[in-house]
T-cell receptor, first 115, second 115 residues
Framework: NAGVTQTPKFQVLKTGQSMTLQCAQD?????MYWYRQDPGMGLRLIYY???????DKGEVPNGYNVSRLNKREFSLRLESAAPSQTSVYFC??????????????FGPGTRLLVL | AQSVTQLDSQVPVFEEAPVELRCNYS??????LFWYVQYPNQGLQLLLK??????LVKGINGFEAEFNKSQTSFHLRKPSVHISDTAEYFC?????????????FGKGTLLTVNP
């Protein structure tokens, strides 16, 4: 049981390049999330998917797109990377069974540097 | 809208000393409160959470937190810390008002335990 996995672990991009961050979970969770973590800012929600087939914007969605490929996988795409998108990106999942807030389970993160 | 304030960005302590990490929240509805820990170069993992009932919540690794509704606080405590507790700690809040439970994180407190 791997939990939440993310690829790649580290990436360097040039301004204007595109890339997709991959996330997968093997816990049969319904909800998945993408966060970015910047020094002194905590974690900020980029996009989330409450269930397969649905996605919604979070606090900082500009410059990103997401795809909920199936129940297991939730990808984050940067179409034209900018230096302001240099950050650590975390994917998370939760069961979302309708009960009071479930725990979110986090992946190990992807460190992205945009030059 | 909900928000979280972690009052200290850094807390240095000596090994075996007690520690308190402070967290205040604001929300117009009933809340659920969480503490997550992030060890160096890792993702976040749940320490403990308050959903309802007893205001004193015990978590993993000897940590506990007390929910104080009148002071809108959820401070994290440990009576005796170890070197291995060195990590960043995040307080988070979720409210019951939305159709999807989303977490709002504080900016984090870096706990450094010195020998």
């Amino acid at each position: 049981n791997a939990g939440v996995t993310q690829t790649p672990k580290f990436q360097v991009l040039k301004t204007g390049q595109s890339m997709t961050l991959q996330c997968a979970q093997d816990m049969n969770h319904n909800s998945m999330y993408w966060y970015r973590q910047d020094p002194g800012m905590g974690l900020r929600l980029i996009y989330y998917s409450a269930s397969e087939g649905t996605t919604d914007k979070g606090e900082v969605p500009n410059g990103y797109n997401v795809s909920r490929l199936n129940k297991r996988e939730f990808s984050l795409r940067l179409e034209s990377a900018a230096p302001s998108q240099t950050s650590v990106y975390f994917c998370a999942s939760s069961a979302w069974t309708g009960q009071p807030q479930e725990t979110q389970y986090f992946g190990p993160g992807t460190r992205l540097l945009v030059l | 809208a909900q928000s979280v304030t972690q009052l200290d960005s850094q807390v240095p302590v000596f090994e075996e000393a007690p520690v308190e990490l402070r967290c205040n929240y604001s929300s117009s509805v009933s809340v659920y409160l969480f503490w997550y820990v992030q060890y160096p170069n890792q993702g976040l993992q749940l320490l403990l959470k308050y959903l309802s009932g007893s205001t004193l919540v015990k978590g993993i690794n000897g940590f506990e937190a007390e929910f104080n509704k009148s002071q809108t606080s959820f401070h994290l405590r440990k009576p005796s810390v170890h070197i291995s507790d060195t990590a960043e700690y995040f307080c988070a809040v979720s409210d019951s008002g939305g159709s999807n439970y989303k977490l709002t994180f504080g900016k984090g407190t870096l706990l450094t335990v010195n020998p």
